[in-house]
């Protein structure tokens, strides 16, 4: 949904720029219980909150060169 390269796609940037001006705690909460109205989909069935945490900190930091 992000792009293979989380450039963006059908979801918008997950690069750490994109995320830079965004609250972890708001980026969980997205993560856990999705965006109504958007094809983004609540995870908290398949994720617990220290796992979409983690997420979220690998996503700050962006994938590995």
């Not at 909460?29 to 909150?49: A, Q």
């Not at 983690?54 to 996503?59: A, E, G, M, N, R």
Request: aromatic share 6%; proline share 11%; glycine share 10%.
């Amino acid at each position: 949904c992000h792009g293979m390269t989380m450039k963006g796609g059908l979801g918008p940037s997950l690069e750490p720029a994109a995320l830079a001006e965004k609250d972890a705690d708001a980026l969980r909460f997205v993560i856990l219980h999705g965006r109504p109205g958007t094809p983004m989909p609540p995870w908290s069935t398949f994720l617990s909150e220290a796992e979409a945490r983690w997420i979220v900190q690998q996503l700050q930091k962006g994938l590995p060169q």
